[in-house]
């Protein structure tokens, strides 16, 4: 398992693929913008010029696209994934994307011979970064086994969560804790501003306290420094909502906060902000 193959080296996929040049892996890289990979280059991974060619080359093979429908067509699609991994390799998918497309690729590539499992993360940029992700993982144990090594690499929290589609599933409980907190950390941060207080030092005071979150203390100082720079990018973080509420409608569930999150950061794309970070919410109430 020394040939890993890597597609999508966007804001988080380029720091993963670097970690694991460093520890000393062959890293085989395509992104659609090849001018984006650059660095990765100059790091010693090697361009390959289309996905089912990468496919061809490699033991492990990596993805972190941007949605379901990309996901689906790399892997079953005509000359995918599926038709060009050999036999024995294994597909990790860590995108977030649909439980039901986790499974469904998982069926099709065990009846191959061949691995797969879903395992988006969290973390953002700076996670990737620092190769502290949370990785949460779908699939058969004995392939999480094999390929558990790369993982701990990328992250400092890598769990096996159940079968194919329970990685995916997991990260929707991630994403709709995040979307609740957002609106309260960004609202806070409002009731500081109006309140005439200094919002440094009410963080200082906060965010060891009860009111502590991962994006009180990592998002809500790039709002403060007017940084909106995706860390995440609002429009991935609709499409993720957007699957999250799919599942719990299926599911019976009603999940009002949910709703209403998707709603803001819909109307926030809608004003052409989809680009940027999903701690731009500010700009909702300013």
């Known amino acids: 398992m020394k040939k890993i193959g890597f597609v999508g080296t966007g804001v988080m996929g380029s720091s993963m693929a670097s970690h694991l040049l460093e520890a000393g892996y062959d890293v085989f890289i395509y992104t659609r913008t090849k001018s984006k990979a650059e660095e990765l280059l100059t790091k010693g991974a090697k361009w390959i010029d289309t996905p089912q060619a990468l496919a061809k080359k490699v033991d492990v093979l990596i993805s972190m696209v941007g949605y379901p429908k990309d996901v689906e067509e790399l892997y079953l699609g005509q000359n995918g994934f599926l038709e060009n991994l050999s ?42 970064k620092n190769g502290t992700l949370a990785i949460m993982v779908g699939g058969a144990e004995d392939v999480f086994l094999k390929v558990k090594p790369i993982f701990e690499i990328l992250g400092s929290s890598v769990i096996l969560q159940g079968d194919a589609g329970a990685g995916q599933h997991t990260k929707m ?114």
Do not use: C
């Not at 069926?107 to 988006?120: C, Q, S, T």
């Not at 940084?227 to 299926?250: N, R, V």
């Open 87 to 128: 036999a024995g390799a294994v597909a990790i998918d860590m995108t977030t994307s649909s439980p039901v497309l986790a499974k469904k690729i998982a069926e099709a590539f065990r009846e191959k011979g061949i691995g797969a499992l879903d395992a988006p993360v969290s973390g953002g940029d700076i996670g990737a």
């Open 173 to 286: 409980v991630n994403q709709i804790a995040i979307a609740s907190n957002m609106i309260g950390v960004t609202e806070a941060i409002i009731y500081t501003e109006a309140a005439g207080l200094n919002p440094a030092r009410v963080l200082e005071s906060i965010s060891g306290g009860a009111a502590g979150s991962w994006s009180l203390s990592n998002l809500i100082p790039r709002v403060l420094q007017d940084d909106f720079s995706p860390g995440f990018f609002i429009k991935h973080f609709i499409k993720d909502m957007g699957i999250a509420l799919s599942e719990a409608k299926q599911m019976g569930l009603e999940l009002p906060g949910l709703s209403l999150a998707e709603k803001m950061y819909q109307t926030l794309a809608d004003q052409g902000l989809s680009e940027e970070g999903t701690q731009a919410l500010i700009k909702y109430y300013r």
